[in-house]
């Protein structure tokens, strides 16, 4: 109890100055056209997937030709992790599992892409998870990592062609809460099976979503799919 009370102490006085935190409940809002303000592509690359206590985090490149442009800024992609359940939510609706897929400018500046999963009884195996799952029998602490010589994220097919996605400014969802992140969160909900959660909850026994933050009049924009990228 004493710890929990500090811990909120602490990021009580973090966060006292901000008010464009993350993550939000996003709106149900009409479509608006993307006119190329956002594209995204990511391909096979190695990867090291590491226990890091607070997440399951994989650091990689994402692949040499993979990139996300944002108003005509390019980010790369350096890492992506998990979290159960859904950071964000939709309309009040929160899904089993959030992976952020987080990029950086040649400035260190930072945006990020968030992905949600659905978990069905039935559902096939879904690829990438079974990837990224593939040495979970070897993260039995925090600081154990294990590689994976090509991890694929193909299969999820993140393209703006593909999905409508919300738009917004905020910040990181962990300590210390810096401001300034470009998020775009993916309406299209990827699929994992029970079997595929449960052993990802073999490993990592407790949730780790922050609750949503007030939008304070921040502006949240919900960007058509683009048929014309690739």
């Not at 490149?61 to 990139?67: I, Q």
């Not at 359940?85 to 899904?95: C, D, L, M, N, R």
């Not at 593909?162 to 401001?179: D, H, Q, W």
């Not at 079997?195 to 609750?211: G, L, S």
């Amino acid at each position: 109890m004493k710890f929990s009370f500090v811990i909120s102490a602490i990021v009580a006085a973090l966060t006292a100055a901000q008010n464009s935190q993350s993550p939000i409940d996003l709106p149900i809002l009409k479509t608006v056209p993307n006119q190329a303000n956002l594209s995204f592509l990511f391909e096979p690359a190695p990867a090291v997937i590491a226990h890091d206590n607070h997440t399951i985090k994989a650091t990689w490149n994402a692949g040499a030709n993979s990139h996300l442009t944002l108003n005509g800024k390019a980010y790369k992609s350096v890492q992506f992790h998990t979290h159960y359940p859904s950071e964000h939510t939709v309309s009040g609706k929160q899904y089993p599992f959030e992976v952020h897929f987080v990029h950086s400018d040649k400035d260190s500046n930072l945006a990020v892409v968030g992905v949600f999963f659905d978990v069905k009884e039935n559902a096939e195996a879904n690829p990438f998870m079974e990837q990224f799952l593939s040495g979970f029998s070897s993260l039995h602490k925090p600081g154990d990592n294990f590689t994976v010589a090509s991890l694929d994220p193909s299969s999820l097919k993140l393209s703006v062609k593909n999905t409508n996605a919300y738009r917004y400014k905020g910040s990181l969802t962990t300590p210390p809460f810096t401001e300034g992140v470009e998020w775009t969160v993916l309406e299209e909900v990827q699929t994992m099976s029970t079997a595929q959660f449960d052993e990802y909850k073999h490993v990592m026994h407790e949730t780790n979503a922050r609750e949503v933050q007030p939008l304070n009049g921040r502006t949240v924009t919900f960007l058509a799919k683009d048929r014309a990228q690739c």
